[in-house]
């Protein structure tokens, strides 16, 4: 079962416009992660989030975790067209011994 | 792809064969991982190990098994390959941080079944 539930499912936006993304998830968590993943290609680690912050910043990117509704969300800034892609979060099974991915967001940036 | 190659890149086999998967690394990390990757499921995690000859079954491990005599290889073979297992595999890494760390993933094997 996914303990990660991207929403939305897809998202089509202008060259320029920001993306929002969000995920929610059901049991107590360390952390939280998002990746990216480029058709065809394997998964790259965006950014990580502990349980105990509540926003990260990585470039164009904007994490906020927000543990007592069980969610977090990404923003990315200005999107380019290479930020087409799709996005997943994942969240350990809080006994860290694995993490748990959801089914992802499809992102499309036109130009 | 951090230092993690997986082979062969493409399979087509017929139901019922015996199929391996390869991944290998070149960071020395301590664990490693098979996934699978289908639509409307994200990745769903098959076996994982913890160092060498320890492993671990993951949430979808039913017709599957893993090795590992090597701290840089991880096998993953299907012991008898049904069309359900047609599907994309990734091997992923991370380091002795903890097994729910970033991890880093291998460019993936599709596996076709017939």
């Known amino acids: 079962s996914q303990q990660g539930e991207e929403d939305p499912q897809a998202l089509s936006i202008q060259e320029g416009e920001n993306a929002t993304m969000n995920c929610s998830y059901k049991?107590?968590?360390?952390?939280l992660q998002w990746y990216r993943q480029n058709s065809g290609r394997g998964l790259v680690h965006l950014i990580l989030?502990?349980?105990?912050?509540r926003e990260k910043h990585s470039g164009r990117l904007r994490v906020t975790l927000d543990t007592s509704k069980k969610s977090s969300s990404l923003l990315i800034t200005a999107s380019r067209a290479a930020d087409t892609a799709s996005y997943f979060c994942?969240?350990?099974?809080?006994?860290?011994?694995?993490?748990?991915f959801g089914a992802g967001t499809i992102l499309r940036v036109k130009s | 792809d951090a230092g993690i190659t997986q082979s062969p890149r493409h399979k087509v086999t017929e139901t019922g064969t015996p199929v391996t998967l390869r991944c290998h690394q070149t960071?020395?990390?301590?664990?490693m991982y098979w996934y699978r990757q289908d639509p409307g499921h994200g990745l769903r995690l098959i076996h994982y190990?913890?160092?060498?000859?320890?492993?671990d079954k993951g949430e979808v491990s039913d017709g599957y098994s893993v090795s590992r005599s090597k701290t840089e290889d991880f096998l993953l073979t299907l012991e008898s390959a049904t069309s359900s297992q047609t599907s994309v595999y990734f091997c992923?890494?991370?380091?002795?941080?903890?097994?729910?760390?970033?991890?880093?993933f291998g460019p993936g094997t599709r596996l076709t079944v017939l």
């Open positions: 992923a890494i991370s380091s002795d941080r903890g097994l729910a760390d970033t991890q880093y």
């Open positions: 049991t107590s968590i360390n952390n």
């Open positions: 989030i502990r349980s105990n912050e």
């Open positions: 994942a969240t350990d099974d809080f006994s860290g011994n694995k993490l748990v």
């Open positions: 960071e020395n990390h301590r664990y």
């Open positions: 190990s913890y160092g060498v000859k320890d492993t």
